[in-house]
């Protein structure tokens, strides 16, 4: 009997996991935005207080990361400084995302003069370097963890603006919208209920990939001084402070890789995002 004769076998449509790389990024995400929620759980040493005899220690099963010049535990200082960088992060990419995405809706919309006249105010946006226009605003506002996360936001704006318009435009010439316009519905009804949540999907992606980008930010402002002061135990006020004893470079190594290691894998997620994403 030929195999040509035999009855076509169905094919299940195989399940796609993520690949060992995003497992592992999703991981240690998961492991840091438990470091924000609920920190105590993780360490029970204080981040303010320190032994003073036990300063400078090395890192060891008492002291994970070791100690600082104050004898404070240092993976205590960075686990309870998660959640501050954590969260000015998330805001900053909120702020981008609502202001920016609402840019990039309206102009790709409607085009014609209100496209020319955002597209020139996003512009300008992009002329100004994202970490110069940040301390600009930072500068202004005042030096504390908020003022940061609202600077990075709006310093994010024309990111996603120009972004979404894109994403906009390309929607806005798809059949169901044509469709849609035909059947007898409103413009703005065609706007929030067919192209918004279609042209969203590629803001996704890019939203976890700034929210590394602002993470990074954030850090660069607070290691200059523009965020909380001390005690407070931002990431980057971490590094700023262990540059100071380069004799013990834990200080600076230990906040430095859970930073390097929290953005890589925002960075990896949204390329698998942006991948899966594709039809």
Same mark, same amino acid.
């Given at each position: 009997?030929?195999?040509?004769?035999?009855?076509?076998?169905?094919?299940?449509?195989?399940?796609?996991?993520?690949?060992?790389?995003?497992?592992?990024?999703?991981?240690?995400?998961?492991?840091?935005?438990?470091?924000?929620?609920?920190?105590?759980?993780?360490?029970? /040493?204080?981040?303010?207080?320190?032994?003073?005899?036990?300063k400078?220690?090395?890192?060891?099963?008492?002291?994970?990361?070791?100690?600082?010049?104050?004898?404070?535990?240092?993976?205590?200082?960075?686990?309870?400084?998660?959640?501050?960088?954590?969260?000015?992060?998330?805001?900053?990419?909120?702020?981008?995302?609502?202001?920016?995405?609402s840019?990039?809706? $309206?102009?790709?919309?409607?085009?014609?003069? $209100?496209?020319?006249?955002?597209?020139?105010?996003?512009?300008?946006?992009?002329?100004?370097?994202?970490?110069?226009?940040?301390?600009?605003? $930072?500068?202004?506002?005042?030096?504390?963890?908020?003022?940061?996360?609202?600077?990075?936001?709006?310093?994010?704006?024309?990111?996603?603006?120009?972004?979404?318009?894109?994403?906009?435009?390309?929607?806005?010439g798809?059949?169901?919208?044509?469709?849609?316009?035909?059947?007898?519905?409103?413009?703005?009804? $065609?706007?929030?209920?067919?192209?918004?949540?279609?042209?969203?999907?590629?803001?996704?992606?890019?939203?976890?990939?700034?929210?590394?980008l602002?993470?990074?930010?954030?850090?660069?402002?607070?290691?200059?001084? /523009?965020?909380?002061?001390?005690?407070?135990?931002?990431?980057?006020?971490?590094?700023?402070?262990?540059?100071?004893?380069?004799?013990?470079?834990?200080?600076v190594?230990?906040?430095?890789?859970?930073?390097?290691?929290?953005?890589?894998?925002?960075?990896?997620?949204?390329?698998?995002?942006?991948?899966?994403?594709?039809?």
């Open positions: 009997m030929s195999t040509a004769s035999l009855p076509a076998i169905p094919r299940l449509a195989a399940l796609r996991l993520p690949p060992p790389s995003v497992i592992l990024a999703l991981a240690i995400l998961a492991l840091v935005l438990a470091w924000s929620l609920a920190p105590g759980l993780f360490t029970a /040493y204080d981040p303010a207080r320190g032994i003073p005899a036990h400078l220690m090395g890192p060891s099963a008492a002291h994970w990361f070791g100690t600082d010049h104050l004898g404070r535990d240092l993976y205590a200082r960075i686990v309870h400084g998660t959640a501050s960088s954590v969260t000015s992060a998330l805001v900053a990419v909120g702020i981008g995302v609502l202001a920016g995405g840019i990039g809706l $309206v102009a790709g919309f409607f085009g014609g003069v $209100v496209d020319a006249l955002l597209g020139r105010l996003v512009d300008v946006l992009l002329a100004i370097p994202r970490f110069l226009f940040a301390i600009i605003i $930072v500068t202004a506002l005042g030096f504390d963890t908020v003022n940061t996360a609202i600077a990075t936001g709006i310093s994010a704006v024309a990111i996603f603006a120009r972004v979404m318009r894109a994403e906009v435009i390309k929607t806005r798809a059949t169901f919208v044509e469709a849609a316009f035909l059947q007898g519905g409103s413009r703005w009804h $065609v706007l929030w209920r067919h192209v918004l949540p279609n042209a969203s999907r590629s803001v996704l992606a890019l939203a976890v990939l700034q929210v590394g602002s993470i990074l930010v954030i850090a660069g402002l607070a290691f200059l001084g /523009y965020g909380d002061p001390p005690p407070a135990s931002d990431w980057g006020l971490l590094i700023a402070t262990g540059k100071d004893y380069l004799k013990w470079p834990w200080l190594y230990a906040p430095a890789l859970v930073t390097v290691a929290a953005v890589l894998s925002l960075n990896r997620i949204s390329r698998w995002l942006r991948r899966t994403d594709r039809p």
